[in-house]
Nanobody
């Protein structure tokens, strides 16, 4: 059974930092593209950051150098380090694992940026 379990969300003030983690099980993790998406209330889901098996990374334009995605294949984990958080970063953050036409999703973790 495939499981993606996100953790690390919470409430943070503007300008603060959070580190999200997603632990995968039931997949051959090193061979999957791992991606973080987010969805804010009333908005479409958008790509935050992605990392390939070869560790090439890409980011949504709104990231502007504030976030870093990384993967630890020994722990089947992908991380998203977020700095300089803004109110507009408030959303549910989802982890996705993709290999060709197969993809799996986690349940999401809430990130709230507020005073």
């Amino acid at each position: 059974q495939v499981q993606l379990v996100e953790s690390g969300g919470g409430l943070v003030q503007p300008g603060g930092s959070l580190r999200l983690s997603c632990e995968a099980s039931g997949i051959n993790f090193p061979f999957f593209i791992m991606t973080w998406y987010r969805q804010a209330p009333g908005k479409e889901r958008e790509l935050v950051a992605s990392i390939t098996p070869g560790r090439a990374t890409s980011y949504g334009m709104f990231v502007k150098g504030r976030f870093t995605i990384s993967r630890d294949n020994a722990k089947n984990t992908v991380n998203l380090q977020m700095h300089l958080l803004e109110v507009d970063d408030t959303a549910v953050y989802y982890c996705q694992a993709q290999q060709q036409s197969t993809s799996y999703w986690g349940q999401g973790t809430q990130v709230t940026v507020s005073l």
